[in-house]
């Protein structure tokens, strides 16, 4: 449903947008992961046609952004960083506006307000002018605004940013019942998010697609490069020596513990092979005295730092 | 079609929610009440011209009032990028939000014809001459708006747009003075025909002529044009 290929946006001499490209199918909701000023909003900007691409091309149900602009508009709903709110207005005739631009008949006008309403839990609030509610009313009316004429194409930057956990919970929600049926990409700096609604997750920082995967895959993918940590009572050499020489241990890191004298704690980078650690703790423990041995699961938050961090060698997976 | 409908009546409800659609009327109807007291009573006759002289001043005046926050307004609250996504062609935003203005002008208009009862009562104006004037001066007035609004595609500030509208309109209206200080024909005649306030001395003095209706339009049809280009190269 969205398809963005070689996606680039430069400003003078900075690339905000460098090169990227994915795609998102129909029934899929898409995490878009960075950290602020990654690209996000630049990269969906495009998408949307707000924001014509330095070079590369969006295409949304198969129509090009830019020739046939009107085309995509039909089909997608967005929600900005900012909600694109008249304050003004009450939220009735608001989302009335909107919905009568997105050509929803005159006749299924009160019905879906009613709709996105009960699904953004605005019904407390359809009377209010927009001035009067909350942060959190007025990101939950900029989604009830994207849903409405029921798009395709959902693009939402940030829906959470502003809410309380409970609003939080509601929108991620609304966002996985919407996503079963329709393409969805959402941006987000919360990791733990993209682990609860995504089925893919594409880390995006400086302008440059870093991965793009299952959460799941994305894990499985750090595990090739998975560490071990261990503490242990031994002369630094000989057991540099003896670590090195294990099959699957590929990089070491030893330095004194802070707490007890003598005693080293050990960052070993292992590959994905299992039994490396047995084989590890079988080394150590034969000749000295190993205190602790562990293996770290990757979790999704040190994944997204590690690739924002320190891109992989050998570049995107994309 | 529906798009530029429910773009218009946004528009216009935006009009009536802030004070502005009523401070414009009001200053309008005020002071055209003024000058036409002033015209009318003074010199004892029965016409318009003078007080139509008046308005077209007033007016200028008061169109970045009323065209300064048409699009500023819409950037800096962030709901441009709504209207640019939604299935919303430029020329549609544009014409919507155009034909709000237009009405709040209209409306002013109207509001002067309680002038013309005492004229009726106590005189026998010209009526083509009064008709004539009323229609150079929406034609003047939309000309006007449609510059207005081009200023305001082309910058978020509300005040940045209102102050360039009035030195342009002020411009327009007092390029044809700079006749008097030229020798060449041709610019002479080009000053004649760029002044906004030569082409209304026509219609006041009760001459629809062709010339001066299609400058109007142009001119609101060459603005027109041109913010919904930039809205479509802004993208």
Request: with cysteine.
């Amino acid at each position: 449903m969205i398809e963005v290929s070689h996606l680039v946006k430069s400003y003078r001499d900075l690339k905000a947008v460098n090169d990227v490209t994915f795609k998102v199918e129909k029934g899929e909701i898409v995490g878009f992961l960075g950290p602020n000023g990654a690209g996000k909003t630049t990269t969906m900007r495009m998408i949307t046609g707000v924001l014509p691409p330095t070079s590369g091309s969006a295409k949304v149900a198969g129509f090009d952004v830019f020739e046939q602009p009107m085309e995509v508009k039909k089909r997608i709903g967005y929600l900005p960083e900012t909600p694109p709110v008249y304050t003004d207005m009450t939220v009735r005739a608001y989302l009335r506006f909107v919905a009568r631009v997105k050509g929803v008949p005159r006749s299924a006008i009160a019905a879906e307000l009613e709709r996105v309403t009960t699904a953004c839990r605005l019904e407390a609030v359809v009377r209010q002018e927009i001035f009067k509610l909350s942060k959190g009313y007025r990101q939950r009316l900029g989604l009830a605004q994207a849903l409405l004429g029921n798009p395709e194409v959902l693009l939402l930057d940030e829906p959470t940013a502003g809410l309380d956990p409970g609003q939080i919970q509601e929108t991620r929600e609304v966002i996985r019942g919407f996503g079963r049926d329709h393409a969805v990409l959402f941006s987000t700096h919360i990791v733990a998010e993209v682990t609860l609604i995504c089925r893919r997750v594409a880390i995006i920082d400086h302008g440059r697609l870093l991965a793009i995967d299952s959460p799941s895959g994305l894990q499985r993918a750090v595990e090739q490069t998975n560490r071990v940590t261990l503490q242990v009572t031994a002369p630094t050499q000989a057991l540099r020596e003896q670590l090195l020489s294990i099959d699957g241990v590929t990089a070491l890191d030893i330095r004194p513990s802070p707490s007890e004298r003598g005693m080293l704690t050990v960052d070993c980078q292992v590959d994905a092979r299992n039994g490396v650690e047995a084989a590890i703790a079988r080394a150590v423990a034969g000749r000295w005295d190993l205190h602790r041995l562990e293996r770290q699961q990757p979790t999704l938050e040190n994944i997204f730092l590690m690739y924002v961090t320190a891109p992989p060698a050998g570049g995107r997976r994309a | 079609m529906s798009g530029t409908l429910a773009v218009y009546q946004k528009e216009l409800a935006t009009y009536f929610r802030s004070p502005i659609a009523y401070y414009v009327v009001a200053v309008f109807l005020l002071g055209t009440g003024y000058f036409f007291l002033y015209n009318v009573f003074l010199t004892g006759e029965t016409t318009m011209a003078g007080t139509f002289q008046n308005m077209g001043i007033l007016l200028l005046t008061l169109v970045p009032v009323i065209s300064m926050r048409l699009f500023s307004a819409e950037y800096s609250a962030g709901t441009a990028e709504l209207l640019l996504t939604l299935p919303l062609s430029p020329w549609q935003i544009v014409l919507g939000k155009y034909l709000g203005a237009v009405t709040i002008l209209t409306l002013m208009t109207a509001g002067t014809l309680v002038d013309l009862v005492p004229l009726y009562l106590f005189g026998t104006p010209e009526t083509t001459t009064i008709l004539a004037g009323y229609i150079g001066f929406v034609l003047l007035g939309m000309a006007c708006l449609a510059v207005g609004q081009l200023f305001s595609t082309l910058t978020h500030n509300q005040i940045v747009a209102a102050l360039i509208t009035a030195a342009v309109l002020l411009g327009f209206w007092f390029v044809g003075h700079l006749q008097s200080f030229q020798r060449s024909e041709e610019l002479r005649g080009l000053f004649g025909y760029l002044s906004f306030a030569l082409h209304f001395v026509d219609f006041i003095q009760g001459l629809v002529r062709t010339e001066a209706v299609v400058f109007y339009l142009v001119v609101a049809a060459i603005t027109l044009t041109l913010s919904a280009a930039y809205l479509a190269w802004r993208r």
